[in-house]
């Protein structure tokens, strides 16, 4: 009887930690999509405030840097430090696993036929999350 008895509680004390961890994953999904989104608008900002001018995207995903620079070009990262202070950027957001290289972001960018696509690839759970202007 004892032994049954632990074995339930033992079950029992499992399940929360099965529960909080899919809900960390649905949490650090929220993050990404929300981080996209601000992305996306400041850019649409900047590219409104500016006729486009001195906006350079790459037509394939390319991930966005977190420094700026020579840094960036060296490791082929794409620099938007300029959008900082636009609707409300302070730093640019960096996805809640880490970037896929260093020193970059995690999250990526491209523009192709005058759409803004930005996507994080560690989306967990089978998500996929994109946002497109």
Same mark, same amino acid.
């Given at each position: %009887?004892?032994?049954a008895i632990l074995a339930l509680? =033992?079950?029992q004390l499992q399940s929360p930690v099965v529960q909080v961890? $899919? $809900?960390d994953a649905t949490a650090r999904n929220s993050v990404r @999509?929300?981080?996209l989104e601000i992305l996306a608008d +400041? %850019?649409? @900002?900047? @590219? =409104? +405030?500016h006729g486009g001018a001195g906006v350079s995207l *790459? +037509? =394939?995903d390319t991930e966005i840097c977190l420094t700026t620079g020579p840094d960036?070009? +060296?490791a082929h990262l794409v620099d938007l430090h300029y959008l900082i202070g636009t609707a409300g950027l302070n730093s640019l957001p960096a996805? *809640?696993?880490g970037g896929l290289t260093a020193g970059g972001s995690g999250y990526m960018i491209s523009q192709a036929g005058g759409q803004l696509r930005l996507s994080a690839p560690r989306a967990e759970g089978g998500v996929g999350i994109d946002v497109t202007r």
């Open positions: %009887m004892g032994l509680v =033992a079950w961890t $899919g $809900g @999509q929300h981080e +400041a %850019m649409v @900002q900047y @590219q =409104a +405030a *790459p +037509a =394939a960036c070009d +060296a996805d *809640p696993s």
